[in-house]
């Protein structure tokens, strides 16, 4: 810890041997957030790697079993690393853990690490090939050998046991390019602290996050699934979550009902499919558990008859029934889907 921030605010540094011989050095600051994000960091001439860092900070962060927003931490590289260079993402982590008290300062520590699974919990590997001589005992190196897991720094089991992933499909109509796209959401439990003191209970969009979407689609996706939880009745305040959405790009909101079924099976409130769950249908209204209605029944349905398979559930809004095509289900049943036409989400 550095002393000379005061009571209020305190730094950590870590260091990052890297492939070429030289080190970076990352230092993390703690201090009150006073409505402030709750991650930001910076890196020297490139805003891009900078918001790299903040997303794998947040990211790691989902498999803590509690949840504290009442500091903001500031991470910064003293310089830009070479293109390509992902060892930083490790020592990031661990900073970030330091300076908030999850793990012992260790002074001069040096890592090296990376993962597309952060929140898993996962630690895929590092770059600098076979390990190099001379580092010290207390340094972590990611993947198997080293660190495999983010729990063995505290002597833990593997986070990624606690972590409960389901997917959900969405038929995506763009005219030759028709196709069904997916959702993921993985959920992992939330250590319950409302009433104990000092800690209120956490605001259920903080606790969700959406990597690799734009400002506009994570705020959508926080919107959606806090208003289908508030509909669950108990299910505000124990998950946090993180959402992926497949490669192809899409407009319009009809993956709402998709991504609202994928987190209802994460969370063991629906029944599992014997093949995959097609759903498509938003809402103004999720805190209700309403379906409403979204555009191109027709081209949506002639996708599904081509592309439903054996034991894959349907699930489109009940204001569809009336425009569905003329042997619609009894072509699905034929495939060996299922077809339901939902006004509200439940046990369905």
């Known amino acids: 810890m550095n002393p000379i921030l005061g009571t209020d605010q305190c730094a950590v540094q ?17 201090r009150p957030r006073a409505g402030r994000a709750e991650v930001k960091c910076a890196v020297p001439d490139d805003t891009r790697l900078a918001e790299r ?13 509690s ?18 260079e992902r060892g930083w993402e490790l020592a990031a982590v661990l900073a970030d853990r330091m300076v908030r008290g999850l793990l012992r300062p260790q002074p001069g520590l040096l890592a090296n690490g990376w993962s597309d699974e952060w929140e898993r919990g ?22 198997p050998g080293g660190l495999p897991h983010l729990g063995l720094l505290s002597g833990h089991a593997d986070p990624a046991a606690a972590v409960s992933t389901a997917r959900a499909w969405f038929p995506l109509h763009s005219g030759a390019d028709s196709c069904i796209g997916w959702v993921e959401v993985s959920v992992h439990p939330l250590a319950r602290q409302a009433g104990q003191p000092g800690h209120d209970a956490p605001d259920e969009e903080q606790t969700i996050a959406a990597p690799d979407q734009d400002a506009a689609r994570q705020l959508a996706v926080r919107q959606v699934l806090s208003g289908a939880r508030h509909f669950d009745g108990r299910a505000l305040g124990r ?38 769950l097609i759903a498509s249908g938003c809402s103004g ?3 209700a558990g309403r379906v409403d209605a979204v555009d191109g029944v027709q081209p949506k349905c002639a996708l599904l008859l081509r592309e439903a398979g054996p034991g894959d559930r349907i699930l489109l809004p009940r204001a569809w029934q009336e425009q569905l095509p003329e042997g619609f289900a009894e072509g699905l049943r ?12 439940g046990i369905i």
Do not use: K, Y
């Not at 090939?129 to 972590?140: D, I, K, M, Y």
């Open 14 to 30: 870590t260091r990052c041997p890297l492939a070429d011989g030289s080190v970076l050095t990352l230092t993390a600051t703690r």
């Open 53 to 65: 860092m903040q997303q794998v900070v947040r990211l790691a962060r989902l498999t803590e079993a």
């Open 67 to 84: 949840f504290d927003s009442r500091d903001q931490v500031v991470l910064s590289l003293d310089r830009r690393p070479p293109p390509g």
């Open 122 to 143: 996962r630690v895929a590997g590092h770059t600098l090939g076979t390990s190099p001589p001379g580092l010290p005992a207390h340094a972590w190196l990611g993947g």
């Open 239 to 276: 998950w946090r979550s993180v959402v992926r959405f497949g490669a192809e790009a899409f407009a319009g909101n009809s993956w709402e009902l998709a991504l609202v079924m994928a987190d209802r099976l994460a969370r063991g409130r629906e029944f599992v499919p014997r093949g995959r």
């Open 285 to 287: 209204a999720w805190h």
């Open 334 to 345: 034929a495939q060996g889907a299922s077809v339901a036409c939902v006004e509200r989400i």
